[in-house]
């Protein structure tokens, strides 16, 4: 069945520093692939999507392409704000309701 | 337009206790999902349903655990006989038709005690 693997957590980076956070996938078919993103005490947010291979989805400087051959959907930004600090989810969506990963915190410190 | 409203945001029920839980989905959107969040883990899928229809209950415990979506009125997840171990954060999502991104609620967070 569907599946997603991403890094676990917690990460602490300093601010302005690079962050990446992994996520492979395995499916069948020709899934759809988000990021959302979770902050103290809310819901869920739609953070960035990407509908097909080699797509990009960006969103407050955040990055992630889709790429088929690597089965991998990894989470990317240049430079990260104290504001940043979160949980992080990739997501599958193919024929099945959603896949979550077990999700990535991100701890940014001034 | 509101996002989508879950009430209560939190809940407190005794062993043995019946919880109900409420979601209004975003205004247009038809389909209904309940996923439930453990402490430090991600979102398990529950229930998936559109108006007065079950689409996919496969998370869904057998016993103790039901949801439904009526034709007037918000989704309603009802847990039977509490325990524990229901102890979660569940959290609601509306999309407009199937495989459009979701719209999350800001949860019901159920204490048991």
């Known amino acids: ?110 | 337009n509101a996002g989508v409203m879950q009430n209560p945001r939190h809940l407190v029920r005794r062993r043995g206790q019946e919880a109900r839980l409420r979601c209004s989905p975003m205004k247009g959107h038809s389909h209904v999902y309940w996923y439930r969040q453990l402490p430090e883990e991600g979102l398990k899928f529950m229930v998936y349903l559109q108006k007065e229809n079950i689409i996919d209950e496969s998370g869904m415990p057998k016993e103790r655990f039901s949801a439904e979506f009526p034709k007037e009125g918000p989704s309603i997840l009802r847990i039977q006989q509490v325990v524990r171990g229901d102890s979660a954060a569940y959290f609601c999502a509306s999309s407009p038709e199937d495989n459009s991104p979701l719209h999350f609620g800001n949860g019901t967070r159920l204490t048991v005690t």
């Not at chain 1, 676990?8 to 020709?30: D, H, K, M, Q, R």
């Not at chain 1, 759809?32 to 103290?40: E, G, I, R, T």
């Not at chain 1, 430079?79 to 940014?108: E, I, M």
């Open chain 1, 1 to 110: 069945g569907n599946s997603v693997t991403q890094m676990e957590g917690p990460v602490t980076l300093s601010e302005e520093a690079f962050l990446t956070i992994n996520c492979t996938y395995t499916a069948t078919g020709y899934p759809s692939l988000f990021w959302y993103v979770q902050y103290p005490g809310e819901g869920l947010q739609l953070l960035l999507k990407a509908t097909k291979a080699d797509d990009k989805g960006s969103n407050k400087g955040f990055e992630a392409t889709y790429r088929k051959e690597t089965t991998s959907f990894h989470l990317e930004k240049g430079s990260v704000q104290v504001s940043d600090s979160a949980v992080y989810f990739c997501v599958l969506s193919g024929n099945t309701p959603l896949v979550f990963g077990k999700g990535t915190r991100l701890s940014v410190i001034a």
